[in-house]
C-alpha cells in the first residue's frame, strides 16, 4: 500500500505562484514516475506534468514554461512550482504514482 499526502494549495491572484508538495510513504521502496493531474469543476481530469526517474520531464502544453516539476527520491517527494498563474489554473491537484492517487489539494486563482 502507498500513501500519497499532497500540500500547498491555496488562493492565489493572476501572475502569482504556488509551490505544491506530494509526499509519498507506504510501501514503495523507489520512484520510477511522478505525476501531476488535476481537475477543474464540470471537466475531466487531465495530466499536468511527470517526471522520470533519471530526471527527465513531461509538461501539459498549457503550463509549459510556468510549471516545473521536481523531486526529492531520497525523501520520496515531488514538488510542482507554478509560476504565473492563471484562472483556468483552477482545479484540485492531484499526485500520481502507478495505480495510487493522493486527496488532492485545491489550487484557485483569482483576483
Known sequence: QVQLVESG???VQPGGSLRLSC???GS???INVMNWYRQAPGKEREFVARIFTGGATRYA???KGRFTISSD???KTAYLQ???LKPEDTA???CNIEA???QGTQVTVSS
Open 100 to 102: 495510487y492517487w493522493g
Open 61 to 63: 502544453d498549457s503550463v
Open 28 to 30: 514503495i521502496r523507489s
Open 73 to 75: 527520491n531520497a525523501k
Open 23 to 25: 509526499a509519498a510513504s
Open 92 to 94: 484540485v491537484y492531484y
Open 9 to 11: 494549495g491555496g488562493l
Open 82 to 84: 507554478m509560476n504565473n
